[in-house]
């Protein structure tokens, strides 16, 4: 049985103007702060790749438990993303946010003070656990503060902060390293300070977000009135749209939910693969410092995010986001293959080209299952998507580590990164862009792509 959609009302020129300067306000409060907690919480996750050799000299910690402690970081994050979503809605994003920095900066601190194997794994787990929750909330945010219209420019900032983080990380954990003092290390300076850094912004977070638009001071009350009404609008609209609500699990068992689990791992597999070894590969290039190491680490993430918005740029105007997903995804497969058949400078100039093919790919994959999921559903999905497929983080730096350990080499596991993107590029095909149920829905080529966080609903349950 057909069911006419209500849309929301067309606001007159007086309202959307006030709109505009509301959601104008909402951004420029918001989003420097999220951006540098991004930039920050990504260090924290990814600062191991730079000490390496300094814990395997000081604590014996060899190729494989390297590999394992790196990956049991994304087994705590996917255990409780779900229940951290859940615990932010009931204890609001003010204070939930805040407690996630706290103690993902105090676990962080932590592993300075790692003694071997065993408790190096536990921390990274409890690292993992404690960052959980951060990206979707900070969706989830955005889906509170901000009408549909203006999400996918905030998204769009906001994700840049582990652009400039991928770019900044290796220099600033470069420097550190040469810290010292109190006897301590310079790779224990360089965690207490990082993490050090996520404990003194939480103190910020506190004080300067509200949980709800009615807190927020800095807006007048006639701004207020028109972001309620408009993101309640939406909500009322996208409730009409259909008349049953379909279940989480029901949508597990969707065949097309498990082809974007599939190909997200597979992308992040190639992202982690590359984070956590190319440190290690840079230095196979000659007696470079820990902070020349750090420059050299810049350079595959600056020509990514050049790719990322180039690649955006097309696929807006040429459309067909599947084919171009595949193409990034191609390309990544062969920078992967390439870097087994050269020394380490033609190994790192192959990443250079890999990394052109699986930041973009990252970018340009999420508007798809945006456009297939039920919107008052889509923010749990998505933070499963993400959760199954940040596994991609654990599975790649542990099997580089056991081959690295039996073999002396990773070349096994490039070979691995490679094959899983080419099956990736061509699952792309096999997924659906619209709900099958709604042959009338505008398909994902017809519209310009945007990021996931658009299609998420004002009041959307994280709740399975």
């Known amino acids: 049985m057909n069911r006419t959609v209500p849309t929301p009302a067309p606001l007159s ?28 919480n990504y260090i924290d996750r990814v600062n191991i790749g730079f000490v390496r050799s300094h814990m395997e000299t000081d604590l014996g910690i060899g190729a494989a438990a390297y590999g394992l402690g ?95 983080a991928s770019v900044i990380s290796g220099p600033v954990s470069g420097a550190l390293l040469g810290v010292s003092g109190m006897n301590l290390h310079g790779w224990q300076w360089m965690f207490i300070i990082e993490g050090f850094a996520s404990i003194a912004l939480c103190g910020f977070v506190w004080f300067w977000l509200q949980s709800h638009i009615r807190d927020a001071k800095w807006l007048s009350e006639e701004e207020k009135g028109a972001l309620i009404s408009a993101i309640d609008a939406e909500q009322r609209a996208r409730e009409a749209a259909q008349v049953v609500k379909p279940s989480i699990f029901k949508l597990l068992a969707d065949r097309q939910i498990m082809l974007f ?65 595949a ?36 970018a340009l994959f999420w508007p798809i299952p945006q456009g297939y999921l039920d919107a008052r559903i889509a923010a749990a999905v998505i933070a499963l998507i993400n959760s199954i497929g940040n596994l991609g983080g654990f599975v790649a730096p542990t099997a580089f580590g056991f081959l690295e350990q039996k073999t002396g080499s990773i070349q096994g596991g490039m070979y691995g990164l490679a094959l899983t993107s080419l099956v990736a590029a061509v699952v792309i095909f096999f997924v659906r862009t619209t709900p099958k149920s709604d042959p009338h829905r505008p398909k994902l080529e017809d519209a310009a792509p945007r990021p996931a966080a658009s299609a998420l609903s004002p009041h959307t349950s994280l709740k399975p």
């Open 327 to 362: 193409v990034t995804l191609v390309i990544a497969a062969c920078g992967m293959f390439m870097s087994t058949v050269g020394g380490p400078i033609f190994a790192f100039v192959a990443i250079c080209f890999a990394a052109i093919g699986f930041k973009a790919a990252s």
């Open 70 to 164: 790196a990956g049991l970081f994304f087994v705590g994050y996917a255990l409780f993303e779900v229940p951290s979503n859940m615990l932010l809605q009931r204890f609001g994003a003010r204070a939930w946010l805040t407690r996630i920095m706290f103690t993902w900066g105090a676990a962080a601190m932590a592993m300075a003070f790692v003694r071997g194997e065993t408790s190096f794994y536990v921390l990274r787990f409890i690292l993992g656990a404690a960052e959980a929750g951060f990206f979707p909330g900070i969706i989830y945010y955005f889906t509170q503060w901000l009408p549909s219209s203006e999400r996918g420019k905030a998204m769009a900032i906001f994700l840049s902060g582990s652009a400039i």
């Open 261 to 325: 689990c599939f190909i997200y791992f597979s992308v992040a597999l190639t992202i982690y693969g590359a984070t956590f070894w190319l440190p290690s590969m840079i230095k196979k290039m000659g007696s470079l410092s820990d902070f020349e190491v750090g420059l050299f680490n810049s350079i595959p993430w600056i020509i990514s995010i050049i790719a990322m918005y180039g690649f955006a740029a097309l696929a807006a105007r040429f459309k067909h986001q599947q084919a171009w997903v």
């Open 13 to 40: 020129s007086a309202d959307s103007t006030v709109l505009a300067r509301a959601a104008t306000k909402v951004k420029r409060h918001v989003l420097p702060l999220f951006v540098i907690m991004f930039i920050v």
